[in-house]
Structures are given as structure tokens and as C-alpha cells.
């Protein structure tokens, strides 16, 4: 059974960066395209990146495109999320999940999430 | 921009009971990509149908999903306590390529 571990939130002040870090265990984690999902506090889950299985294709959504970046490192089975020029809006826990790779867009492991806190 | 509405907001329904939860988009769209998750307060959501109709690994057959275009609905039949969580849809396709319902909460009374 797969699992996934974020790592790397925490609280800091508008403007600045942070990265997370998603460990993956379990599954062939370089055959997987991997997502970060996130909520803010009380509201819906908001997709916000998606990586393809060898890191060669990049997607993101509009409200961070531009102050995020994706990426992984299949040798060390790690997803990451640099998240810079961080906005009181970018408040939320981030989840990373992987793809189930059928062209489906399911997501069917979710990790336990990172709060990230942003705020003066 | 493409929309997916789920309704109602919130549903209160007694052990026992059947749900009924709605997910309309704003274009028609596949149906292999239409997903739904459960998501239980404090915790990571779960995946539970997708492809409109397939349940996931270890769901119980009392969640089934139904739909095409652009009305899709997940029922749940013989409601149990541990139902209670707050539901959503999603689509894979389309901008910005993953969209999510901003869901339903379900409380078993």
C-alpha cells in the first residue's frame, strides 16, 4: 500500500518562500505523474500542480502560476513544491497525491497534508 | 472558465436513510472523468468512484455513481454515522485541468 508524507509547512510572513517536500514509499514512484492539492482553512479542496512521471511536463493552476514550481527527484522517490513571493491567500493545507495514470485524473493516494500559514 | 456545482450545500439525512448528492458542470464532459472524494473532517480525502460509476479499491457497494454531459450524481444507500464528511466532485480535462465541486457535506443525524 502506498503512502505519501508532506513536510515543509509551517508560518511565515507575505512575500517570502517556502518549499514542501512529499516522500513517497510503497509504489514505483518514478511511473506516476504526482499533484499538489490544496484547502484553505474551512473552504474546498483547489488543485495546484501536476508533474508528469519523469518531471518533463509541468502544469499549474492560474491563482499560483508564476510563484510555484514543481519538481521531483525519482532517485531519492520525493515530490516538491517551491512556493515563492508567498500571499496571504496561499493560507491552506497542501496535499500531495499521486495520479493513477489511466487518464482518468483520479487521485488515489492522498498524503496527510502540510498546513502552510501565511500571515504578518 | 469551466464550473462544477455541487448541491445542495449541506444534506442531514437519519441512519438508514439514502443520499443523494449532485455534481453539475458547466460543459458537457467525459464521464471516464468524473471522480468523487469523501473527505471526513480531519482528515485527507479519499478517493471513492471514478469514471463516474467505478468504485474505488475497498468502497462499499452502498456508493455507486451515475451520470453523463454534464449532471453526474453519487448515491449513498443505507446510510451509516460513519458517512458523515463533506463529498466532492471533480473533473480531469478542460482549464485549468482539474477542477473540484466545492462540495457537499453530509450529517447523519
Known amino acids: 500500500q502506498g503512502q505519501l508524507v508532506e513536510s515543509g509547512g509551517g508560518v511565515v510572513r507575505p512575500g517570502t518562500s517556502l518549499r514542501l517536500s512529499c516522500a513517497a514509499s510503497?509504489?514505483?514512484?518514478?511511473?506516476?505523474?504526482m499533484h499538489w492539492v490544496r484547502q484553505a482553512p474551512g473552504k474546498g479542496l483547489e488543485w495546484v500542480a501536476r508533474?508528469?512521471?519523469?518531471?518533463?511536463?509541468?502544469y499549474y493552476a492560474d491563482s499560483v502560476k508564476g510563484r510555484v514550481t514543481i519538481s521531483r527527484d525519482n532517485s531519492k522517490n520525493t515530490l516538491f513544491l517551491q512556493m515563492n513571493s508567498l500571499r496571504v491567500e496561499d493560507t491552506a493545507v497542501y496535499y500531495c497525491?499521486?495520479?493513477?495514470?489511466?487518464?482518468?485524473?483520479?487521485?488515489?493516494?492522498w498524503g496527510q497534508g502540510t498546513l502552510v500559514t501565511v500571515s504578518s | 472558465e469551466f464550473v462544477l456545482t455541487q448541491s445542495p450545500g449541506t444534506l442531514s439525512l437519519s441512519p438508514g436513510e439514502r443520499a443523494t448528492l449532485s455534481c453539475r458542470a458547466s460543459?458537457?464532459?467525459?464521464?471516464?472523468?468524473l471522480v468523487w472524494y469523501q473527505q471526513i473532517p480531519g482528515q485527507a480525502p479519499r478517493l471513492l468512484i471514478y469514471?463516474?460509476?467505478s468504485r474505488a479499491t475497498g468502497i462499499p457497494d452502498r456508493f455507486s455513481g451515475s451520470g453523463s454531459g454534464t449532471d453526474f450524481t453519487l448515491t449513498i444507500s443505507r446510510l451509516e454515522p460513519e458517512d458523515s464528511a463533506v463529498y466532492y466532485c471533480?473533473?480531469?480535462?478542460?482549464?485549468?485541468?482539474?477542477?473540484f465541486g466545492q462540495g457537499t457535506k453530509l450529517e447523519i443525524k
Open positions: 471533480q473533473n480531469f480535462g478542460g482549464s485549468p485541468g482539474f477542477t
Open positions: 469514471g463516474a460509476s
Open positions: 510503497g509504489f514505483s514512484f518514478s511511473s506516476f505523474a
Open positions: 460543459q458537457s464532459v467525459s464521464s471516464s472523468s
Open positions: 508533474i508528469s512521471y519523469d518531471g518533463s511536463g509541468k
Open positions: 497525491t499521486r495520479d493513477y495514470n489511466d487518464g482518468s485524473g483520479r487521485f488515489d493516494y
